[in-house]
Structures are given as C-alpha cells and as structure tokens.
C-alpha cells in the first residue's frame, strides 16, 4: 500500500474521530451517541498531553486502567463509556492531563433525545419557559425534573454568550410532591422598556445529569413573555362595586403601560360563573347574591400577552 494511500486513510480516521465528539468547555467533550443497539460505538482519540516521546504512560478511566503509551483509542456508546480519563506517568503516577467525556442521546436524524427535563402543560410541550411581571428587562425562567437528584447541573445563559448582555442568578429548586422545578431570575442589560424590541432575546439551558447531556432553548420578547401580577382588589358592599388598584410590579407610568382587566363572578351555588371586560379600575355587578365570589385579572392592554392569574377572592 503506498504512502499516500496510508496517508490519506489516517487523515479520514482522524477527521471521523473529530466528528464524533464537540467541545463543550476545557477538557470536557459530548459524544453524539445514535441511541439505538445496531449503530456501532464511536470510537475517539485521546492523546497524552506530553512533549515528551519517552516518557512511559498510562491511562485510567476513573479507577480502571484503560491502556498504556501515549494515544488511546476509546470507544463510546452508553453512559458507562462516558466520564473521566486520566493519563499518568507509569513510574510516579503523576497525572499529565485529563479529559471528561458525556454523551448525548440522538435518534437516526442526528436529533437529540431529550429526557431529563418535564414538559410544562402550558404552553404545550415547553421545557423551558420564562415569563416576565413587567417591561423592567428582567424575567424568570423555569425548568422541572421528574424529581430532585443531587447529580443534576444546570447552567442558563444567552446562547449569544457575553454578548447577549444577559445575566442570570443560581438556579433555586423547589420540590412539590414527584417534581422538582427550578427558577434563576434573568435580566437583559441596558434594556429599555419604552423602545421597540426588534431582536429576540435567545435563552440557552445545560443540563447534565452524572455523564449525560442534554440543551434546551427558548426565543423571545419581553412583550411575548409578559403576564402581570394579580391586582389587589375590593368589593363594596352598599353599590354592588368592585374596584382594584394595579400590580405593586408592574411598570410604571400606567398611562404608557396600559392594563385591561376581567372580572369574574361565580356562584358556590349554582357552580357557574361569569366574566366580565373592563379597562377602568372598578365595575358594578347588579344584583349580587350571598354565595358569590369575585376575582379579578389584569393583562396589557395593548399587547395580547398572558393573562395574570386570578386575585385573591374580593368577596
């Protein structure tokens, strides 16, 4: 076989064994693994980050011994492949480098299999989702897990990295019964909430769970993602009101922010109710019975964003 055949059949080995791995961060690499039992493991290259020739080495994964000299041919496939490769020297054990491998499930169309997260009801099939009380830049983004596992990490950043200018706290948990949901408080800087918004803000969430991967993203605007706290309302009795102030958080001037608002009115009784629009801060509901609740939500009145929940009962 000629030299230059050999040549070029090492330079297709060597290009396929980059296909099968991407760099996430120093020293850390996702596997693309075909998550079915007829794609074959992929198979990477490491090699000891050593100048020296001589030097005899080895190579651990966690506390197994995984081969000796300085490249090592690794095969990759389901998460007990994955994890931490060390390169020592063989005479004081020293480590020279490392690399920590993950993997990430993809079906037979290169798309990745997404199974840490749970999906929200509302909207439909959304893992990641974020909402804001205001025009203020900042809002919250949300996420759930089946249930809490100490070994599950998340990072939450603007996909366009520093320069997205958005910043995000430590994500906090909060267990209810078999689910775990996790908030950060986001806030886009220098935002201004009197300007048209003409580039969406683009959120990108990590999740590794031990050695497996996985990405979510969400694309918005602060408008799309708007949904006011409740208004603090009250009923007088002696003329059949109900009146209401605007959230304590929502932006300010309301002459520029807007609310329109529904008034709901439902009988214990009869276990019926009804609803009612109205742009003021105050609407009379004729003929009120003993057995009735009111409440009231507000939404921006010019942009059809998300309604606010229901306040607290007004009667």
Known sequence: MSHLLLALLSLFSFAALLEAQWKLRDNVYVIESEW?????AKRVELTCNTSDEALPVYWKKDTALKGTGKTLIAEMKEFPDAGNYTCLTANT???ISYVFFLITKIDSNGQMIRSILKSFKEPNRTFLKCE?????GIFICSWMTENESPDVKFTIRSLKGSQGDVTCSTPVARTDEAVTEYTAQCQKENYCPFAEEHQPIEMFLEVIDEVEYENYTSSFFIRDIVKPDPPQCQYVATNGTVTWTYPTTWSKPKSYFPLTFRVK???TKKHES???D???QSFQIPEIG???KISVQARDRYYKSSWSEWSSLCR
């Open 132 to 136: 804001a009380k205001n025009y203020s």
């Open 265 to 267: 009115v439902e009988s």
């Open 93 to 95: 054990h020293e480590i």
């Open 278 to 280: 109205a742009d003021e």
């Open 290 to 292: 003993p057995n009735v």
């Open 274 to 276: 009804q609803v009612y």
């Open 36 to 40: 079915n039992d007829e794609t074959p």
